[in-house]
């Protein structure tokens, strides 16, 4: 049957073709659909993970018994699954494994524009890399193969372009592998030093013969073209756009295995063309590839290092004419992200701005903190590194800073990565204030549960953390719940807590106000007591603005939360007293 399918979606797809059984992952744009759709076969066990590493070890386990399994993550969840991926690159597999990782060039929604690439090559494992959603399909698919066949974890390297774009796919029937039974092989599996030096050289036979099945697999193929004057090497996104731009006039090496590179394959095209240009996103990693085969590409000394590539940029840095799409006649004004009307971070943000607090965020939709007018978070880095970060600010500045720094971490984020950080203030003793803003979801990636809130992948209840409990057991005496929407609450925890001489924990509790079961007051309104003086615009909140000199409310976004009543001093908010 063919559909239209997002990429993502049809990776899914894959997965359940190729009889997939476990699926374990963190929810990371652009890779989180993969995982959401993968649920939806009930063939197929799926579970959110509390972080990639996490996920990894999941899913090697899984495929240590036998079942075909599967994780996905983004980018930058990479970083955190490399411990386990270089081993379990040395141990292989016994069932299929398949790690789907989503790059994000353009920064879209991610802190930095990492090449994954680099890990393939550097893990020893091979990589395949879809250039529509046909592709990520059977991709899937064929990564089980490769899996079991050459005996590696297999990547499947998407990118936000093909994993939220949509083409045409044929879908089949799932096909349940021959069941692998686990057996004992404590040479093969158990890496300690004398075991693990005997897999290197395995794992180097594996390299060599992945590159010989890469020479002749149709995955890299050579579309010919009648102008050998230049020929193209390319793969991903890049390809579409070269397609679209240069049509058949050149000829193209379409890479759909990304690692390892054939090699006989590129000298021999770039023996049958006049001019080598490679065209690939972020870093030159065919380019360097090809140069190590003697071979002078040109590569990034047209195009850039930065970005995502776009067929005007190809045409343009190729030298052929192209016809730009239709433009439009006026400039779209910019539209800064920001935090929606009624979330419950923003009460927490404006008491921390408003007490001159040095704040060090995190990852997560929060990171708004940092926007203006709230301009609260002076540092984002990594999942988990606010809570980390402050135990060393405060050990390098000890008193000068104890009384006015905090680190903030959503739930979800503090399940990730925040644990451990937490652990070394209690341990090592660092007088840190750590503000957990539990809005009881996964905000930022769409709604996922996580292990504090109860419930599973489905929507069905689950084991749940609690927060407070778990702060406590880790060495914590001062725990404490905030309602973000009290303002005075909130200002008299902070205080309190930073003239504390000892750690303390605030968890500021309020569900995101974007879930479906979270029931709002009516929305306000402002009366003629306004004065104009514009202290509700403090909040930076989106339902309020500024109309004839006077504040003004859309009620399609407020939300009633009361936030900017607490801060008018002249009672010119009220409530409508009706939905919105």
Not at 182 to 197: F, S
């Amino acid at each position: 049957m063919k559909k239209l399918m997002l990429g993502n979606a049809a990776a899914a797809r894959g997965l359940y073709e190729a009889g997939c059984a476990v699926v374990s992952s963190y929810p990371g744009t652009p890779s989180t659909e993969i995982t959401e759709e993968a649920a939806k076969y009930d063939e197929i066990y799926c579970e959110w993970a509390p972080n990639e590493k996490v996920a990894v070890e999941t899913a090697f386990g899984a495929c240590l018994a036998g079942k075909r399994s599967f994780c996905g993550m983004k980018h930058v969840g990479l970083n955190v699954a490399a411990d386990p991926l270089f081993t379990i690159s040395y141990t292989g597999v016994n069932a299929g494994m398949v790690i789907a990782v989503a790059d994000d060039p353009g920064m879209h929604s991610s802190q930095n524009e990492q090449d994954s690439r680099h890990y393939a090559k550097a893990a020893k494992v091979p990589m395949l890399e879809p250039a529509d959603s046909k592709e990520s399909l059977a991709f899937a698919k064929l990564a089980y193969d490769l899996s079991e066949e050459f005996d590696t974890p297999v990547f499947l390297k998407m990118c936000t372009r093909i994993a939220h774009s949509q083409s045409i796919v044929e879908t089949g029937e799932r096909v349940t592998p021959p069941e692998k039974r686990y057996e004992k092989n404590i040479a093969k599996y158990v890496m300690m030093p004398g075991n693990a030096i005997r897999r290197h050289p395995v794992v180097e036979e594996r390299t060599r013969k992945l590159i010989a099945w890469a020479e002749e697999s149709d995955i890299n193929r050579v579309e010919n073209g009648d102008d050998h004057s230049m020929g193209i090497i390319t793969s991903s996104t890049s390809y579409q756009y070269v397609k679209e731009v240069c049509g058949d006039t050149y000829p193209i090496l379409k890479l759909g295995m990304i690692w390892p590179l054939p090699e006989k394959k590129i000298i021999d095209f770039a023996a049958a063309v006049d001019k080598l240009v490679v065209v690939e996103e972020l870093d030159p990693f065919i380019e360097e590839h090809c140069r190590n085969l003697g071979l002078n590409p040109a590569g990034k000394a047209l195009f850039p290092l930065e970005g995502e590539l776009s067929q005007n940029l190809v045409a343009d840095k190729l030298g052929i004419a192209h016809e730009a799409g239709p433009g439009l006649d006026e400039t779209i004004p910019p539209r800064p992200p920001v935090m929606c009307a009624g979330c419950p971070h923003r009460g927490l943000f404006y008491t921390l701005n408003r007490n001159k607090c040095t704040v060090l965020g995190d990852i997560g939709c929060y990171t708004l903190g940092a926007v203006a007018p709230l301009a609260a978070i002076e540092m984002t880095a990594c999942m988990g590194a606010s809570v980390s970060a402050i135990h060393g600010f405060n050990k390098a500045l000890g008193k000068e800073s104890e009384g006015k720094t905090v680190a903030v971490i959503g739930d979800s984020t503090f399940m990730h990565s925040g644990m451990t950080g937490l652990a070394n203030i209690a341990y090592n003793q660092s007088n840190s204030t750590v503000i957990i803003l539990d809005n009881s979801i996964t905000g930022m990636t769409g709604h996922q549960q996580n292990p504090t809130t109860g419930y599973n992948i489905k929507g069905d209840p689950a084991g749940k953390i609690d927060l407070e409990s778990l702060c406590r057991a880790m060495g914590f005496t001062r725990v404490r719940v905030v309602d973000p929407y009290d303002l005075q609450q909130c200002d008299q925890a902070v205080k309190e807590e930073l003239a504390a001489e000892e750690p303390s924990v605030i968890i500021s509790r309020r569900p995101c106000a974007l879930l479906k079961y979270v029931k709002h007051k009516p929305p306000l309104t402002v009366t003629d007591k306004c004065k104009s003086c514009q202290s509700c615009m403090r909040i930076g909140c989106p339902a309020i603005s500024m109309k004839d000199g006077k504040a003004r409310i859309d009620s399609t976004l407020c939300v009633g939360c009361g936030v900017c009543q607490q801060l008018c001093r002249f009672d010119a908010f009220e409530s409508t007293g009706k939905e919105a």
